[in-house]
């Protein structure tokens, strides 16, 4: 059952959808650009410097800086490039992230296109950016970019799965595919209760599907160069920037519907957009400071300890829960149930990091050699000062 | 048909180029690794890019205007490195260096230690992919030892302060309660540096276990500092050959376990640890009074002929300077015995079989300076 | 799973309680220490309204990286029996893109005749050109006759 009408209420539909595409892309785009100048400001103080001060009041017109910078570059091209590819991967990695918020409620009414089974549309497509690393590795013909695609591609299809099981989870308590359903959902309570080890595992996996650090193979290391995107210069390389952002705001969105109750937990359908508009945006700041947190806390893992954290460690923890979800729904247990499981199954996720760390015996602490003073400085004798020894 | 197609194909190792430009801070180095998948199958390090003939131009510089060239052969360490000069040549001339000039002498040696191995730890997180905040959390520690260093020697990073026979003069009036507030700050930094990096998970998954040497590899290898002590070998110069005022002091020489990346770590971090309790101890027993250069120095200084070789363990390894002399106010040759060389050569072994994300940590965890390398 | 909780524990108490450490650099300024050794400068007597330095070339042979040139003269003053100088300095320049600010030059000096500049003036010191770096005697003593520096250590 559909609450909603679209946002912009024109009688074509197609209209609407247009005018609607149209609005929130701008918006977006404004948005992702001022998501650069915040990250920079937060990250910065939590590492004892300020951000940019000085391109406008506070740094707020160093986006725009940033942008003229990037815009005035010179296009470049390597000549043996395939073309195709070349081109195409830039567009391949930003519409699938953008495509994503067609199905996004930001309010109760606000909606562009009212899709009954949003969640899996929202998933398909926001995997389909695999894609684009895949043919911007190839395209870019050189071995670096060749590297950092395929590892690229690896990592993201590898956390597909921990993702999507995750939200199977949900899925499972909420009985609804459909983003919206799963809101009105948590009108007492929200998913995060009846589902930590869900949360928890959407939450790392999401970290690892932007590609943010500590997951950042594909941007950051690759041979100490610059991974996928060695080739791409000024408002291609920036297009990937942004649609890194774009992912990031998608994933914290979903995030903050599926788990922490989006806009409508816990002041109900009943008050103004205003105030759903408010809840969703502090929901959805609370997982993108999360995410810079964590950028400047981690290192950045290995590649093969990356892979082998996803499918030994994330995929069979989210297939107990499912299991156990199963469980509860078909002998009908109440739902107190679903935080015992949970909570036991998040706590042993959580012990879970030892073993990555301590494989046998505990690493036996360092031995400290005393060394004794064996001379003595000695007394200034009151005739002559602070002679020879 | 698979064995067909399996000729026709052709496996090659691919060389990775880490040119002289470096993302990770340790100077001009370049190092080409054969990589085969993701193992290191080679590694064929240049050098070279800082040679600026040291040696041969300090034949020139009688043994004051020396003094200011050692700053520049260890721009991390500078004192050890001046203290070795001018121990050499003080043992050759057989000057004594009054009490209050050792213990300064000592106080500063361990307080540039402290700021060496803080350049370590934010250069070595920055390797393991921390994005600068363990840079930014080691960086002003140094700029508090650093600004004490330019309360007293007049500069902030090429000090040139010791001289043949003691220092080149007295110390500011509030120098013992300068050093006890910079004590203060560095306290709190080595605890906010353990805090973020020695338990941390991620840290220890990328540190445990990798550039693993043994002790007996250690030694046929020449390593030498918290290199070799990480492997095992309890060799330390202020404990075994003791030099200058070290043997006044009680403190622990940290050795490790495994001879891993992380031991080296923690062999470093916990040394930070003990630098502060010398420098306490130092501070203690400092005479309020006296002399800071030897009495009766010529004003050119001539060494007898002969021939020295003194050793410091700065804050990389051994850092010797082996003098000849033949008369004269220059010497006829001098070498500068660097450890960041001695440790280097060391890193294709290290490195085979490792992972090419580890060749980064590796080279990182040698904390190797190239001016050292170089020279 | 601890360590990495007090990892971002710690980080978080930094970014909320601790104030971030950068100093708005020209703005502000640095407190520069009283012996701070930036770059030699020549010391003007005001008594006898002349250069302490005689041109003796002492500090021209004690620096390392031999960076000076210094002509002498003989001083006029003398033969007009105003000062007890005989000769006094007629030409001198210091290369700053040369001088390695070891402090030599100022110990070896028999008539605390030159000093080492411990004003931010000497410190920025940015020039587009590289022979801009070489000072000659006028330029050196400018700072001192405006009366603006007060070189630490003499000695």
């Known amino acids: ?389 | ?375 | 799973m601890i360590g990495i909780m007090k990892s971002m524990a710690l980080v978080m108490k930094v970014a909320l309680t601790r104030k971030p450490v950068t100093i708005q650099y020209p703005e502000v300024h640095r407190e520069i220490p009283n012996r701070d050794r930036a770059f030699p400068i020549l010391i003007w007597d005001e008594e006898h309204d002349e250069p302490f330095c005689t041109g003796c070339h002492a500090c021209e042979r004690a620096c390392p990286v031999e960076c000076m040139t210094v002509v002498m003269k003989d001083n006029p003053k003398h033969a007009a029996g105003e000062s007890k100088r005989r000769k006094i300095i007629d030409e001198f320049w210091i290369d700053y893109g040369r001088c390695m600010r070891c402090n030599i030059c100022v110990e070896v000096c028999n008539f605390e005749a030159i000093g080492m500049n411990n004003t931010w003036a000497g410190h920025e010191l940015s020039r587009y050109d590289r022979k801009d770096l070489v000072l000659d005697v006028q330029m050196l003593l400018s700072q001192s006759k405006a009366g603006k520096v007060d070189p630490g250590l003499r000695a």
């Not at chain 1, 195409?88 to 994503?100: E, K």
């Not at chain 2, 990775?16 to 340790?26: A, L, R």
């Not at chain 2, 003098?323 to 960041?340: E, F, N, T």
Request: aromatic share 12%.
């Open chain 1, 1 to 389: 059952m559909l609450l909603s009408a679209p946002a912009i209420d024109i009688d074509q539909p197609f209209v609407n959808g247009i005018l609607g595409v149209v609005a929130f892309t701008l918006v977006m785009t404004v948005g992702v650009m001022y998501a650069t100048w915040y990250e920079r400001k937060i990250v910065a103080r939590m590492q004892y410097r300020l951000g940019p001060t000085r391109t406008g009041p506070f740094g707020l017109l160093q986006p725009i800086a940033d942008t003229f910078k990037l815009l005035t570059k010179e296009d470049l091209r390597p000549a043996t490039a395939d073309f195709v590819a070349f081109e195409l991967a830039v567009f391949m990695i930003f519409i699938p992230a953008l495509m994503v918020f067609v199905a996004v409620p930001f309010t109760a009414d606000w909606l562009i296109s009212p899709i009954p089974l949003s969640l899996l549309y929202i998933l398909a497509v926001s995997g389909l950016s695999f894609i684009g690393f895949l043919l911007a590795g190839w395209g870019s013909d050189s071995k670096y970019a060749l590297l950092g695609g395929m590892r690229a591609a690896a990592q993201l299809i590898s956390y597909e799965v921990p993702l999507i099981l995750a939200l199977i989870g949900a899925v499972m308590v909420t009985a609804s595919v459909d983003v919206y359903q799963m809101i009105l959902y948590q009108d007492t309570v929200p998913l995060i209760v009846w589902q930590p080890l869900g949360f928890v595992i959407f939450l790392i996996a999401s970290i690892a599907e932007v590609e943010r650090p500590p997951f950042d193979i594909p941007t950051g290391e690759s041979e100490v160069a610059g991974g996928v995107f060695i080739e791409y210069s000024g408002i291609r390389w920036s297009m990937f920037q942004l649609s890194s952002y774009v992912n990031m705001y998608a994933f914290a969105l979903l995030g903050a519907f599926v788990f922490l109750g989006g806009w409508e937990w816990p002041f109900g359908t009943e008050v103004g957009w205003g105030l759903q508009l408010l809840l969703t945006v502090v929901k959805m700041s609370l997982f993108i400071v999360f995410y810079l947190w964590v950028r400047a806390s981690f290192p950045r893992l290995r590649p093969d300890q990356l892979m082998s954290y996803a499918w030994k460690v994330l995929i069979p923890f989210s297939l107990a829960q499912i299991f156990f979800n199963g469980f509860i729904i078909v002998y009908d247990l109440p739902d107190i149930a679903y935080l015992i499981t949970s909570g036991l199954l998040t706590a042993g996720l959580a012990y879970s990091a030892v073993f990555i760390v301590r494989r046998g015996e505990p690493r036996k602490p360092l031995q400290m050699v005393p060394v004794r003073a064996t001379a003595r400085r000695p007394e200034p004798a009151p005739a002559a000062e602070g002679a020879a020894s």
């Open chain 2, 1 to 375: 048909m698979v064995a067909e197609h399996e000729r026709s194909l052709e496996v090659v190792d691919i060389p990775i180029n880490m040119g002289p430009q470096h993302p990770s801070t340790h100077g001009v180095f370049r190092m080409v690794l054969m990589v085969d998948g993701e193992k290191c199958v080679d590694v064929i390090p240049h050098i070279g890019y800082m040679h600026r003939g040291g040696e041969k131009l300090m034949e020139a510089m009688d043994f004051r205007q020396g003094i200011g060239y050692c700053d520049r052969t260890e721009y991390l360490a500078q004192f050890s490195a001046e203290l070795a000069y001018v121990m050499a040549v003080e043992r050759l001339m057989d000057v004594q260096v009054p009490e209050r000039a050792e213990y300064i002498r000592v106080i500063l040696t361990e307080l540039n230690r402290l700021s060496s191995h803080f350049m370590f730890m934010g250069a070595f997180g920055i390797d393991a992919g921390v994005f600068g905040t363990s840079f930014t959390y080691a960086f002003p520690q140094r700029e508090y030892l650093q600004e004490l260093f330019e309360e007293v020697s007049g500069d902030r990073l090429m000090y040139a302060y010791f001289r043949v026979g003691g220092l080149a003069w007295e110390v500011t009036d509030n120098f013992v309660q300068r050093c006890h507030e910079v004590l203060k700050h560095t306290q709190q930094g080595i605890r906010d540096l353990d805090e973020l990096l020695t338990k941390n998970e991620i840290f220890i998954a990328r540190c445990q276990g990798i550039g693993v040497f043994t002790a007996e590899q250690a030694i046929a290898n020449g390593l030498s500092g918290p290199m070799l002590r990480a492997s095992g070998v309890p060799w330390d110069l202020r404990k075994d050959e003791p030099y200058s005022v070290y043997d006044r002091f009680n403190f622990e020489v940290p050795v490790g376990n495994y001879g891993d990346v992380y031991d080296r770590y923690l062999v470093r971090l916990e040394e930070m640890r003990q630098s502060v309790s010398i420098v306490e101890q130092a501070l203690e027993q400092l005479p309020a009074e006296g002399p800071i250069v030897a009495e009766k120095l010529p004003r050119r200084l001539r060494t007898p002929p002969g021939e020295v070789y003194s050793k410091v363990e700065a804050p990389r390894g051994e850092w010797g300077v082996y003098l000849v002399s033949k008369g004269g106010d220059k010497p006829y040759r001098l070498k500068m015995r660097s450890p960041s060389f001695s440790n280097l050569s060391a890193l294709r072994e290290m490195c085979l079989d490792q992972f090419l994300a580890d060749a980064v940590m590796i080279l990182g965890s040698m904390d190797i300076v190239l001016c050292c390398v170089d020279r």
